[in-house]
């Protein structure tokens, strides 16, 4: 049986990541449910392909349409309710679940599920902090309780099991006595381990965690981390990241932490529909422990740990665009002036449209400072000097006061040879999004059409990431990021337009500066 049209176009456009295209294809799929041409055989599956790119807002409005046709069965009310979590709408999902939890079988999947989700729901409100001490007690005593009973019903139903361990912990930690039932957290382990699958991998590797076995913990996260099966996407490497930060309140700074989060992160980074954010100093910190675990793990291992280590490198050389005052306006970063045809040593190169020397809507050169948040200790660098440009190119180069030591990224490239854009290449972004802390932008980050001047790809940017510098997936230097659009004229070789980011390739940009 061939399956339907519209559910192979929708499947079609999450897979490329195309979002633009997903969310009309999303909006039809609704009118046709609301005008009946579509049945919940269809809306199902749909729903449950919009989820797993994480795209909660379509997920919703697609929701809608079913729930508001009749279309009422457990699978869309679940679907619905887990969008409702992870969109951030907690208190609204948690009477939806109770509500849809009478309508399930006791003990079969559909009732372990939602009672998950419902344990899900109360472990967000307890973490997210705030209000009442005694109901934040109610909230993680229901977490615990919500998965307790979906694994005292079914041992073999590991995941509630881990949570409940690690819920149980977390209420330790912070001095509240649950007295709720002990877990056997070794048998758990035991029995995860004898698994080969990736979410077993997890669940041996918290089940270290939880039994103070760090190093015993860190083999198993690094299998997880090394995983290639299907399954092993950006959706479950961010959900064990965000569980071992917000429930087990691991840091960069200390072990376990120190160990187990640049894994997770390197993984994380690896795949594609995530994205990755480094406070100050983060990603100096994240250097130091991956050399550390290379030395554990190889750095010939399957995990990417030498990737990352690159990449980790490379946002060193990046930095915000700012006033003296703090104010964020894009991002930089430091490139050799050679490089580009220009004779200073060392430059930081940004868009026209951040810096320039005529234009009234930006920053002059000398009301120019730059900050290096993955070397924070240098502090506040002023700009010097415009050391040359093209408005065509949107390119500035800067003179700045206190690059001495920083590494450049390199590019030596005469002709950037890019991939053609049918095998799917992917591209990076490292910058300053909303002016806030450095940033790895890699979700729906496909590059999907250039020329001989432009590059145009999916990785979303917001304000503040214009100047930032693009990457193949092998970290070179390939573009210099400076707007987008939803209408951009397609430069795959097909007429009309798509929604996309567009960058200036990098051997334009010297081309024109050159003259």
Same mark, same amino acid.
């Given at each position: 049986?061939?399956?339907?049209?519209?559910?192979?176009?929708?499947?079609?456009?999450?897979?490329?990541?195309?979002?633009?295209?997903?969310?009309?294809?999303?909006?039809?799929?609704?009118?046709?449910?609301?005008?009946?041409?579509?049945?919940?055989?269809?809306?199902?599956?749909?729903?449950?392909?919009?989820?797993?790119?994480?795209?909660?807002?379509?997920?919703?409005?697609?929701?809608?349409?079913?729930?508001?046709?009749?279309?009422?069965?457990?699978?869309?009310?679940? *679907?619905?309710?887990?969008?409702?979590?992870?969109?951030?709408?907690?208190?609204?999902?948690?009477?939806?679940?109770?509500?849809?939890?009478?309508?399930?079988?006791?003990?079969?999947?559909?009732?372990?599920? *939602?009672?998950?989700?419902?344990?899900?729901?109360?472990?967000?409100?307890? *973490?997210?902090?705030?209000?009442?001490?005694?109901?934040?007690?109610?909230?993680?005593?229901?977490?615990?309780?919500?998965?307790?009973?979906?694994?005292?019903?079914?041992?073999?139903?590991?995941?509630?099991?881990?949570?409940?361990?690690?819920?149980?912990?977390?209420?330790?930690?912070?001095?509240?006595?649950?007295?709720?039932?002990?877990?056997?957290?070794?048998?758990?382990?035991?029995?995860?381990?004898? $698994?080969?699958?990736?979410?077993?991998?997890?669940?041996?590797? $918290?089940?270290?965690?939880?039994?103070?076995?760090?190093?015993?913990?860190?083999?198993?996260?690094?299998?997880?981390?090394?995983? %290639?099966?299907?399954?092993?996407?950006?959706?479950?490497?961010?959900?064990?990241?965000?569980?071992?930060?917000?429930?087990?309140?691991?840091?960069?700074?200390?072990?376990?932490?120190?160990?187990?989060?640049?894994?997770?992160?390197?993984?994380?980074?690896?795949?594609?529909?995530?994205?990755?954010?480094?406070?100050?100093?983060?990603?100096?910190?994240?250097?130091?422990?991956?050399?550390?675990?290379?030395?554990?793990?190889?750095?010939?291992?399957?995990?990417?740990?030498?990737?990352?280590?690159?990449?980790?490198?490379?946002? %060193?050389?990046?930095?915000?665009?700012?006033?003296?005052?703090?104010?964020?306006?894009?991002?930089?970063?430091?490139?050799?002036?050679?490089?580009?045809?220009?004779?200073?040593?060392?430059?930081?190169?940004?868009?026209?449209?951040?810096?320039?020397?005529?234009?009234?809507?930006?920053?002059?050169?000398?009301?120019?400072?730059?900050?290096?948040?993955?070397?924070? %200790?240098?502090?506040?660098?002023?700009?010097?000097?415009?050391?040359?440009?093209?408005?065509?190119?949107?390119?500035?180069?800067?003179?700045?006061?206190?690059?001495?030591?920083?590494?450049?990224?390199?590019? %030596?490239?005469?002709?950037?040879?890019?991939? $053609?854009?049918?095998?799917?290449?992917?591209?990076?972004?490292?910058?300053?999004?909303?002016?806030?802390?450095?940033?790895?932008?890699?979700?729906?980050?496909?590059?999907?059409?250039?020329?001989?001047?432009?590059?145009?790809?999916?990785?979303?940017?917001?304000?503040?990431?214009?100047?930032?510098?693009?990457?193949?997936?092998?970290?070179?230097?390939?573009?210099?990021?400076?707007?987008?659009?939803?209408?951009?004229?397609?430069?795959?070789?097909?007429?009309?337009?798509?929604?996309?980011? $567009?960058?200036?390739?990098?051997?334009?940009?010297?081309? *024109?500066?050159?003259?």
């Amino acid at each position: 049986m061939n399956p339907d049209p519209r559910l192979k176009a929708l499947k079609d456009a999450c897979e490329s990541f195309d979002r633009a295209e997903a969310a009309t294809l999303a909006t039809n799929l609704g009118e046709d449910i609301r005008e009946g041409k579509a049945s919940e055989a269809l809306a199902v599956p749909a729903l449950k392909t919009v989820i797993r790119k994480r795209w909660f807002d379509i997920v919703l409005s697609l929701g809608d349409a079913a729930l508001e046709s009749g279309l009422t069965s457990e699978a869309v009310r679940r *679907v619905y309710a887990q969008a409702l979590i992870d969109s951030g709408h907690v208190d609204a999902a948690i009477p939806y679940l109770r509500a849809l939890l009478p309508d399930t079988t006791p003990r079969s999947h559909a009732h372990n599920e *939602v009672s998950g989700l419902i344990g899900r729901a109360y472990k967000q409100l307890y *973490v997210n902090g705030g209000g009442d001490p005694a109901l934040r007690r109610d909230n993680i005593l229901r977490a615990f309780n919500a998965y307790y009973d979906v694994y005292a019903g079914n041992s073999e139903l590991r995941w509630q099991g881990i949570n409940a361990i690690a819920v149980e912990m977390r209420a330790r930690r912070d001095k509240i006595n649950l007295n709720v039932p002990h877990l056997p957290t070794q048998k758990i382990f035991e029995e995860a381990a004898k $698994e080969n699958s990736v979410w077993s991998r997890a669940i041996a590797g $918290e089940a270290a965690l939880a039994m103070g076995d760090y190093a015993l913990a860190r083999e198993w996260y690094g299998n997880y981390a090394a995983s %290639e099966e299907a399954d092993a996407d950006a959706f479950e490497f961010g959900s064990s990241l965000r569980q071992l930060v917000e429930v087990w309140q691991l840091t960069d700074d200390r072990s376990p932490g120190s160990e187990l989060l640049p894994l997770l992160r390197a993984a994380l980074l690896a795949k594609q529909g995530g994205r990755i954010d480094l406070s100050a100093g983060a990603a100096t910190r994240d250097l130091a422990n991956v050399l550390r675990l290379e030395k554990v793990f190889g750095s010939d291992a399957t995990l990417p740990l030498a990737w990352y280590k690159l990449g980790l490198k490379r946002s %060193e050389s990046v930095c915000s665009i700012r006033t003296e005052s703090g104010r964020v306006w894009g991002t930089g970063f430091v490139v050799r002036g050679a490089d580009f045809g220009l004779p200073q040593e060392l430059l930081i190169l940004t868009n026209d449209h951040v810096v320039s020397k005529s234009s009234r809507d930006t920053l002059r050169p000398n009301q120019a400072w730059v900050m290096f948040e993955g070397v924070p %200790e240098r502090g506040s660098m002023q700009c010097v000097d415009y050391a040359g440009g093209n408005a065509a190119v949107d390119a500035t180069f800067l003179e700045v006061k206190g690059l001495e030591g920083l590494e450049p990224i390199p590019f %030596e490239s005469e002709d950037l040879d890019l991939p $053609e854009t049918s095998d799917s290449p992917r591209v990076y972004v490292i910058g300053h999004p909303h002016g806030g802390g450095l940033s790895f932008s890699l979700q729906d980050n496909l590059m999907v059409g250039h020329d001989d001047a432009r590059v145009h790809y999916r990785a979303p940017t917001e304000g503040g990431s214009s100047g930032s510098p693009v990457f193949d997936a092998d970290w070179n230097l390939i573009a210099l990021h400076h707007g987008g659009g939803h209408q951009l004229q397609r430069l795959d070789g097909k007429d009309g337009f798509y929604e996309a980011n $567009e960058g200036f390739r990098c051997d334009h940009i010297r081309a *024109v500066c050159r003259g």
